[in-house]
C-alpha cells in the first residue's frame, strides 16, 4: 500500500531531526572558535526544536508519524484511547453497530489484560485494535528507551497472546520520545497519533464533545474520542449522546466514517 511503502522507504532516510542535527553541529563546530556563545546558543536552538518535535508529532521531525489520512476522499476515522472499560467500550460498540461504522481502539496493556472479553467483542465486531502501550502512563515518553520499549512490547505481548498482532503504535497524551521512532522500527511497528480532538481530558470534559469536533471537522481527519468512564452515571449518559452526536454530524457534513486502515492506506492489524 502507498502509505506503508512510503513509511518504509523513509526509514532507510535520515530523519529531519538527524540532518538538522548535522547541519547544527557543522555551524556550531565552525563557530565555536570565533564565538563560543553563539555555538552554544545552536546547540541549544537544536534541542529546542527537539523538544518541540516530541509535543508537535505531526511536523515528522524527529520520525515518520502518521498524524491524519491521505485518502483525499470524503472520509475521516473514528478512534477511541485508554480502554476497553465497563461499560462505556460495551456501549460505544452498540452506538457503532447502530451507525454500521467501523472505529480503531488503542488500548492499553493493564486494560486488556483486564477485560480481554472485551477485547475478543471489539476483534469480532469488526474493528480494529491498536497498542497504546500497557500502563497508559502520561508521563512515558518523559522514560527512557528500555522503560519505553518494555511499554510498548508489553502490551504488544499481551494483545499478541489474545490472537491480535498490532502494528500501530499510538503513545499515551499524543506525545513522543527521539527514541520512539527506533523501538517501532524494531519492532515492525508504526506511529499513529490523531488530528481532530475535543480537548476532554480522556472524558474528564464531556459537555460539548461534539461541537468541538464538528465545526472544524475536514476530510482525512483522524478522530480521537476516549471509550473510558466519565466518573459519574449522568456524565456517561452525556458522553454516549455526545458521541453519537458525531457520529451523525459527520455524515450530516457529507462526510463517511471509514476503517483507519482505509483512510491511511496501511493495516493497523497483521494476520
Known sequence: MGTSHSVIKSRKKLSHAEISGIIFLVLATTILF????????????????????????????????ISR??????????????GPSKPTTNNILNLLD???????????????KRYPEIIREIFARGHSIGNHSYSHSPFLMLKGYSAIKREVT???????????????FRPPVGIINPGLGKILVELDMVCVTF?????DAG?????????????????????LLHDVPTGNTHN????????EKVIAGIS????????????????????
Open 154 to 168: 508489553q502490551a504488544k505481548e499481551i494483545l499478541k497472546d489474545m490472537g491480535v498482532k498490532t502494528s500501530a
Open 98 to 112: 447502530k451507525y454500521n461504522v467501523k472505529a480503531t481502539f488503542f488500548v492499553s496493556g493493564v486494560n486488556a
Open 236 to 243: 456517561d449518559e452525556i458522553f454516549l449522546s455526545e458521541a
Open 195 to 199: 488530528n481532530r480532538r475535543a480537548g
Open 252 to 271: 450530516a457534513r457529507g462526510l463517511t466514517v471509514v476503517p483507519l486502515s482505509i483512510l491511511i492506506n496501511r493495516e493497523i492489524m497483521g494476520s
Open 69 to 82: 489520512g491521505n485518502s483525499g476522499k470524503n472520509y475521516v476515522a473514528l478512534t477511541f484511547d485508554d
Open 203 to 223: 472524558n474528564f470534559f464531556v459537555k460539548s464533545i461534539s461541537r468541538k469536533i464538528l465545526n472544524n471537522i475536514k476530510p482525512d481527519d483522524i478522530i
Open 34 to 65: 570565533i564565538s563560543p556563545l553563539a555555538a552554544a546558543l545552536i546547540a541549544f536552538l537544536y534541542i529546542i526544536l527537539c523538544v518541540l518535535g516530541c509535543f508537535f508529532p505531526q511536523t515528522n521531525f524527529l520520525f515518520p508519524v
